[in-house]
């Protein structure tokens, strides 16, 4: 791939309000008392199918400072087959997949599944995560932002 067609700080400077706008419903899930490991996964997978490589890279510094299993990371790619998943993580990463690939809507078995596993409320704000993280992925696709480096004396989570 070619070098960045701009950056991600780029995005601030240019159009403050709408980095602060995308950055407010980002925050909302946590703030709402979701998971924050939980939040990261999902963050990650939609990241990973939206081929943002600087919301992948960015995601899994995150979830390794706040402690999400390395073996999750690795895994979240194939989340299906890895039995490491708990049944709410599952129901969160097929919503935030039937949210991230929309050709044919939510089924009713992925919506009983996220129901079944999160308040009507919960539901609501796993979305705006889910709708959060996409909005960065476009930017970050599009204009190819770097990925972030990992700071210096800062090595990879263990298991």
């Known amino acids: 791939m070619s070098h960045a067609r701009s950056e991600y700080e780029d995005f601030r400077k240019l159009a403050p309000d709408a980095y602060e706008l995308v950055l407010a419903l980002g925050q ?35 979830s390794e400072r706040i402690g999400v299993p390395v073996d999750k990371l690795n895994l979240v790619v194939v989340w299906r087959e890895a039995p ?5 993580e599952r129901a969160a990463l097929a919503w935030a997949e039937a949210l991230t690939f929309l050709p044919d809507g939510v089924s009713e078995e992925v919506y009983a599944e996220a129901s079944g596993e999160f308040s009507e409320t919960e539901l609501m704000y796993l979305t705006s995560a889910v709708a959060s993280i996409n909005v960065w992925n476009r930017f970050g696709a599009a204009y190819r932002w770097t990925p972030p480096k990992r700071p210096v004396g800062e090595t990879a989570a263990a298991s």
């Open 28 to 62: 909302l899930a946590a703030k709402a008392g979701l998971d924050k490991q939980l939040l990261e996964l999902v963050k990650l997978r939609a990241s990973q199918i939206n081929g943002c490589a600087f919301c992948v890279q960015h995601h899994i510094l995150l």
């Open 84 to 88: 490491i998943f708990s049944a709410r």
